[in-house]
């Protein structure tokens, strides 16, 4: 048989303990330039991933008070875990198909559904099911689409099929570690509402290192230009654990306001009941948001369990692409903003203007007849109740648009498109008159900070030039820069009784001097456009 022969290749390939226990590895010589050039293709050293055995040990990361928790088995649901993959590695998949059969105790495991989305890579045909009927327990199945469908409705496909009572969904290329199952179906056995995330860690996608850094983790966001975010835990989640866990908060369920999409469990009766996803929503993107804002909305909660640990490799760029290239991030986007942020949208469409009256939208009707027959809450609601950190720039705000010279429109401050999730240095450009460039959005607060959507002026007083810098910032309170925006319109900083000034401009950067309310370079008025 050829594929037995092939197989049998691969296994010879694979070094015994190469990797184990989440360590880094390195290839050399030849094999480096052929692992660096796979990498180049698919986000992912595959020549690296080959040698590693796809039973490879996993790392000890579970938090000492997780050891101490106790699960009956018996008792707890048990789970269908479905994983889609759509031009994957071979060994990544299978490595991670292995993992969970390796961690997850078979009485709980009903099944893993292997979901191939049309991939054309040679080896995940045949090859593939070939080694699932004949290397691998009967619990694994794998199904196939007639055509590329997008991991929405390839997802859709494996939830259809699946016989266990709680949905587990995993990328195709995630490592699971001991005890990650357990946590999670414990929590939903508890709670049938809550939809629960692992502890996601980062697979190094060059040296496969499980990158564990402590008991630490991140919650979800987002951006209004429809993106999801990492953020630390706020103090107000951290009161509300101490309340429901008592002194063991490391470990207790923490509310997350999104999640990032790829690995979760939900009850499966749940996930049907709560209307699944948007099955037309294309290729790649938006579904996340989509999700999390209903379960909020309708009633359900979005936690992480800090007891479950699961890596993911992350790749740099997609090695895949969908028909026509379509932006379907931004398509999948608009059809959650039209489904789920009321008035919101428009700020989606502020930071995405491309995405106004964009052409493949489609109709989003029947997800708002579902919204209406779940009695679900307003996205005014969520914004309040479960990601009040958020910040959005045109609500309960002092001011806000375009900060411009006064009679000078010249002089507009902006992004000037440098990286806003580091420190930058806040500039000038001319005035956007027409549209509302999101480059050129700014608020002044009640607590009188001068910020962004997602960044904060500070003054950065190390150098002689005394730069504006715009830092990364969820809540007003994460820096202790205030501003006065005094009668003779200047931006006068608290801290140091500094203006901010565009004279002698290097660059096109502000900096802040000595105020003086006779001079030009410091006069700065708010300024809206017809369209706020
Ligand atoms: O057309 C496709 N069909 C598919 O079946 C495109 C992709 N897929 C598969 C793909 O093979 C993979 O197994 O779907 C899975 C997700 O695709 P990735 O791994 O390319 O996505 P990602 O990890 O870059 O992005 C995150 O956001 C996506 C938004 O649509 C999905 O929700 C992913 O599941 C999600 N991944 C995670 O949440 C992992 C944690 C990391 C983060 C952040
Ligand atoms: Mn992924």
């Known amino acids: 048989m050829a594929f037995e022969h092939e197989i049998e290749m691969d296994l010879s390939k694979q070094i015994p303990g190469l990797c184990d226990f989440g360590v880094e590895c390195f290839l050399s010589g030849e094999e480096m330039e052929i692992g660096e050039a796979s990498y180049a293709e698919n986000g992912i050293n595959v020549i690296l991933s ?59 495991l009903k099944e893993i559904i292997l979901v191939d989305d049309f991939s054309s890579r040679r080896d995940l045909k045949g090859k593939l ?27 859709l496909a494996g939830a259809q099929r699946a016989t266990g009572s709680v949905l587990v969904f995993l990328d195709a290329h995630c490592e699971c570690t001991s005890g990650w199952l357990q946590p999670l179906l414990s929590r939903i056995h508890q709670s049938r509402s809550s939809v629960v995330v692992p502890l996601i860690d980062v697979i190094n996608q060059k040296t496969f290192e499980y990158e564990s850094d402590g008991y630490g983790f991140d919650i979800g ?30 470990i207790c369920p923490t509310y997350s306001p999104t999640m990032a999409g790829g690995l979760f469990a ?31 909305m309708c009633g359900g909660t979005l936690e992480t369990i800090p007891c479950s640990r699961i890596g993911h490799i992350f790749r740099e760029f997609h090695p895949y692409s969908f028909p026509n290239d379509k932006d379907t991030h931004g398509i999948n986007t608009v059809r959650m903003a039209k489904v789920w942020m009321d008035d919101y949208q428009e700020l989606l469409y502020m930071n995405r203007p491309d995405l106004r009256n964009h052409p493949d939208v489609g109709d989003v009707t029947h997800r708002k007849v579902l919204r209406d027959k779940l009695k679900c809450k307003s996205f ?13 720039p045109t609500r309960n705000v002092q001011n806000y648009g375009r900060i411009s010279a006064i009679e ?15 420190p930058y240095n806040l500039g000038v450009y001319s005035c956007y008159k027409h549209d509302i460039a999101p480059s050129q959005l700014f608020s002044y607060t009640y607590n009188k900070v001068l910020r962004t959507e997602r960044s904060c002026a500070t003054i950065d007083d190390r150098r002689s030039t005394k730069y504006i810098v715009m830092i990364p910032c969820n809540s007003d309170d994460e820096v202790t820069d205030t501003w006065v925006h005094t009668s003779f319109n200047q931006f006068k900083h608290e801290q140091t009784g500094l203006c901010i000034d565009r004279k002698n401009l290097d660059k096109n950067l502000l900096h802040a001097a000595v105020c003086d309310s006779l001079s030009k370079t410091q006069k700065w008025e708010f300024q809206k456009t017809k369209k706020q």
Request: charge should be negative; proline fraction near 4%; aromatic fraction near 14%.
């Open 50 to 108: 080959d040698k590693i055995s796809y039973n490879r040990s996993p790392p000890y990361v579970q938090h000492e008070l997780c050891k101490n928790v106790h699960y009956d088995i018996l008792s707890l649901p048990t789970a269908s875990v479905i994983i889609t993959f759509y031009e994957e590695p071979y060994s990544v998949l299978l490595r991670t198909v292995h993992s969970v059969l390796n961690t997850a105790p078979s009485a709980i």
């Open 380 to 392: 005014e609601w969520y914004m309040q109740n479960i990601y009040p950190e958020k910040f959005i």
């Open 266 to 296: 939900i009850s499966r009766d749940y996930f049907w009941e709560i209307g699944s996803y948007d099955e037309q929503m294309d290729g790649w993107g938006g579904e996340n948001l989509e999700m999390s804002f209903r379960i909020w």
């Open 129 to 155: 099911g070939y080694y699932v009927k004949t290397r691998l327990s009967s619990k694994v199945k794998l199904f196939r689409m007639r055509r590329q469908s997008g991991l929405v409705r390839a997802r």
């Open 408 to 422: 000078d429109d010249r002089f507009c401050f902006d992004d000037l498109q440098q990286n806003i999730d580091e």
């Open 221 to 250: 966001g987002f951006t209004l230009d429809g993106h999801f975010d990492w953020h630390d835990v706020p103090e107000r989640e951290r009161e509300r654990q101490r309340r429901e866990c008592k002194d063991e908060i490391e």
